[in-house]
């Protein structure tokens, strides 16, 4: 099949950037997500207006909480800076000097913040980062491969500010405590719970389970601009968003992220959901009939790590394909269109196809790159192994 033509007024093309299809997921470094209509048009007809933000922020606070069954919330930069607003507004309070003396000087108050260690992960950055940003000291507890009560339990001392529990693909998949577990710890003890939910797909379940806080990505899966949304507990809420006034205001969010993420938050209610599955699984099913015989290459459906009601094309690939998983992803990503799969597990030799960020029509251009690529020569990179390099970091933006 053709791939979908994009005519001269697509702005990639305008701006000289490639036409990728997304088959990785809700990633940041291809844009986090797909705005949806409702979003886009709250965002423009806000742009030209002024308004008072808290009294925005406050209709924020009820929408959000409404979807999410928490007191109280409000709207940040992204899920990153929500953490950090979270940690602090449980060291400083409502104490508005101390919130101005962040993060170098928490007047004595307690810092620490426990995060079990399968939970230490690096999501573009490491996860601790967003701790200390906010004054906060990261407490490990127990192994990368195991989590006991008594970690937690141990760890707490009248230093702990907060338990940090966070819930990505990225992190420790077995061994460590549920949040159900880390809550019965930290309730009887008065130590708040905050939830790093940001590509999370259900908006209630971490505060029924008993969460404090919780920081959910305002895109990604809501399809709202790049934003942060914190829910919870009022007080603690009221506590975090004050932090505006201090390490929070290089973290601020724009009137059109708001209005485009409470957009998207009603269109989240109204939305489809069964069709998104059925349309998602006829893409899953196309890839499946697609890899079938292709020599050296096992395809399964696999349901998502963290139960978000979502699966994926789990493509392994064997040394008679003449590729590497690593060598494959390239060779899909130097595609015209470029191709970008889920490539994080490559070095276990496979890779995942993911349906939930596609346009029309590109289903089809996967499956049509997929076939392509087989019956091609192999490039010279074909065997690549995995290599980790920061060169393109540092040479940015050459």
Request: negative net charge; proline residues 6%; glycine residues 10%.
């Amino acid at each position: 099949m053709t791939p979908p033509t994009l005519t001269n007024s697509d702005i990639r093309s305008r701006l000289g950037l490639r036409k990728v299809v997304n088959v990785s997921g809700t990633m940041t470094f291809l844009g986090a997500s797909i705005i949806g209509p409702e979003a886009i048009a709250a965002m423009a007809e806000i742009a030209p207006e002024w308004i008072e933000m808290d009294d925005l922020q406050r209709r924020a606070s009820a929408t959000i909480s409404r979807l999410t069954g928490g007191e109280a919330g409000f709207v940040t930069a992204c899920c990153a800076a929500g953490i950090s607003m979270a940690v602090a507004g449980t060291i400083t309070g409502d104490d508005l000097l101390a919130v101005e003396r962040l993060p170098d000087d928490t007047g004595g108050r307690p810092n620490e913040v426990i995060l079990q260690l399968g939970h230490s992960v690096n999501y573009g950055a490491p996860i601790d980062q967003s701790v200390r940003l906010a004054g906060g000291k990261v407490v490990l507890a127990g192994t990368v491969s195991s989590t006991m009560p008594f970690n937690i339990a141990n760890a707490i001392t009248d230093r702990t500010a907060a338990v940090l529990h966070v819930v990505t693909h990225h992190s420790a998949q077995y061994g460590m405590l549920s949040l159900p577990e880390v809550v019965a710890i930290c309730k009887p003890r008065g130590i708040p719970v905050i939830v790093d939910a940001a590509s999370e797909y259900d908006l209630r379940v971490f505060l029924a389970q008993g969460a404090d806080l919780v920081v959910y990505s305002g895109h990604k899966f809501l399809s709202g601009p790049t934003s942060g949304l914190v829910a919870g507990r009022k007080d603690l809420v009221r506590a975090a968003y004050i932090q505006n006034h201090g390490i929070g205001r290089g973290m601020k969010v724009g009137k059109e992220s708001i209005a485009g993420v409470m957009a998207a938050l009603d269109a989240w209610e109204r939305r489809d959901h069964t069709g998104i599955r059925a349309r998602e699984q006829s893409a899953l099913d196309l890839w499946m009939s697609t890899l079938a015989g292709m020599p050296g290459l096992q395809a399964r459906i696999v349901p998502d790590p963290t139960a978000n009601p979502l699966d994926r094309v789990e493509v392994r690939v064997l040394p008679e394909s003449g590729f590497t998983a690593t060598g494959f992803a390239r060779a899909l990503a130097a595609a015209e269109p470029p191709v970008i799969v889920r490539n994080h597990e490559a070095e276990l030799g496979h890779f995942f196809l993911d349906p939930c960020n596609l346009h029309p029509g590109e289903a089809e251009v996967v499956a049509e790159a997929l076939i392509s690529l087989m019956a091609a020569p192999r490039p010279d990179y074909a065997m690549d192994t995995p290599r980790r390099s920061a060169a393109g970091w540092l040479a940015w933006p050459d």
